[in-house]
């Protein structure tokens, strides 16, 4: 004969039970929690649309953890720093790790700015020139220019001195560049030409597609390097010795290998303002463990170089980048909520 199941039993199970769909919907509650919630977002970046992909991905990712994340606002970089020390922007996706250290500390520094973590490392930067000529003339020193016969050969204009694309001013590298041709007596031979980058640059790969020397600076990643391959159609120049303006002014810029390009390997990283990242801990968190290769980034400029450089391109590229890193992707959102808890 069965026995029946006694009160106490019954209430044992239902408390059971209950307790068992608490712990389930913690458990839900954990997973989908927002930590951003009515938290606003502010997305700075310069004027180089090439840096959109690297930017949208960080706010794909806020988004996703609740972030009201409006659209981004373009200031060059010294701007841009001063604006997330005071809180007039939230974050920006490239900060270039040292070469804009004068920009970071006189906004503040690490008072005012989170800085932690590498978002895309191992940048290079530098001047290079066609190797064919590099290859017929021997140069190999951007100190060779001293000499007007050198230069020469890089004269678009006719009066006899080298035209170097440059930098545009406001992005730091025009610093480097322009305290590098008074250090090496490079002014009465190198012309510098700064403005819009991109424009420059269009014209200087016209200008090797017609056979023409040429002599620019670009940095890498960037979609440049896929246009006139270093080592095949092009090639980096060394500089005489080290020497960097402002707080660097005793940095060795030596490579490992030995080659010096005249500037430090970077580090691309994610800046914040500070306070603001102290309140959010999840963004903070994601902030500090996002990871985007150089490879990723220089394909994705290519693509645009190519035409595909719409809005909706370029947020069909990070879509597609996310969907091929799912995994990871949903990684970093667990550790950004777990730093909420």
């Known amino acids: 004969m069965t026995k029946p199941i006694r009160k106490t039993t019954l209430r044992s199970l239902a408390a059971?039970?209950?307790?068992?769909?608490?712990?389930?919907?913690?458990?839900?509650?954990?997973?989908?929690?927002?930590?951003?919630?009515?938290?606003?977002?502010?997305?700075?970046?310069?004027?180089?649309?090439e840096e959109t992909f690297q930017t949208l991905l960080v706010m794909k990712a806020l988004e996703e953890l609740g972030y009201d994340v409006e659209d981004i606002k373009e200031l060059e970089y010294a701007?841009?720093?001063?604006?997330?020390?005071?809180?007039?922007g939230t974050f920006m996706?490239?900060?270039?790790?040292?070469?804009?250290?004068?920009?970071?500390?006189?906004?503040?520094?690490?008072?005012k700015i989170?800085?932690?973590?590498?978002?895309?490392?191992?940048?290079?930067?530098?001047?290079?020139?066609?190797?064919?000529?590099?290859?017929?003339?021997?140069?190999?020193?951007?100190?060779?220019?001293k000499d007007p016969e050198i230069a020469k050969l890089f004269d678009n204009?006719?009066?006899?001195?080298a035209d170097l694309a440059g930098c545009t001013p406001g992005?730091?590298?025009?610093?480097?560049?322009?305290?590098?041709?008074?250090?090496?007596?490079?002014?009465?031979?190198?012309?510098?030409?700064?403005?819009?980058?991109?424009?420059?640059?269009?014209?200087?790969?016209?200008?090797?597609e017609q056979g023409e020397p040429v002599l620019y600076y670009t940095w890498t990643p960037y979609w440049v390097s896929g246009v006139m391959v270093p080592g095949k159609d092009v090639t980096w120049l060394n500089v005489p010795y080290s020497s960097l303006?402002?707080?660097?002014?005793?940095?060795d810029t030596a490579l490992p290998?030995?080659?010096?390009?005249?500037?430090?390997?970077?580090?691309?990283?994610?800046?914040?303002?500070?306070?603001?990242?102290?309140?959010?801990?999840?963004?903070?968190?994601l902030f500090s463990i996002m990871k985007l290769s150089a490879n990723d980034i220089s394909a994705q400029n290519l693509l645009m170089q190519q035409g595909q450089d719409s809005e909706a391109d370029i947020e069909r590229h990070a879509d597609a980048w996310i969907n091929a890193h799912q995994d990871t992707w949903n990684q970093w959102l667990d550790k950004a909520r777990a730093a909420a808890q």
């Not at 800085?115 to 930067?125: D, I, K, N, P, T």
Request: with cysteine; glycine share 12%; charged share 20%.
């Open 257 to 285: 290998d030995g080659s010096n390009y005249g500037f430090q390997a970077n580090n691309q990283r994610i800046i914040a303002n500070k306070a603001w990242a102290e309140e959010n801990p999840a963004a903070a968190e």
């Open 79 to 88: 701007a841009g720093h001063v604006a997330i020390a005071n809180g007039d």
């Open 171 to 208: 992005w730091g590298c025009e610093k480097v560049i322009e305290h590098q041709l008074d250090e090496f007596g490079l002014r009465d031979t190198v012309t510098h030409n700064q403005g819009s980058y991109s424009a420059i640059i269009a014209d200087t790969i016209t200008r090797y």
């Open 245 to 251: 303006p402002g707080e660097r002014s005793d940095v």
């Open 114 to 145: 989170y800085r932690e973590g590498v978002y895309s490392q191992g940048a290079l930067q530098g001047y290079l020139i066609d190797k064919k000529t590099a290859d017929e003339h021997n140069i190999t020193n951007l100190g060779q220019l």
């Open 16 to 49: 059971s039970a209950g307790i068992a769909a608490l712990l389930s919907a913690g458990a839900a509650t954990a997973q989908d929690a927002q930590p951003g919630e009515g938290a606003n977002v502010v997305p700075l970046k310069s004027s180089i649309a």
């Open 157 to 161: 204009n006719g009066d006899g001195k």
């Open 93 to 111: 996706a490239d900060h270039w790790d040292p070469l804009h250290v004068d920009f970071f500390e006189e906004a503040g520094g690490d008072e």
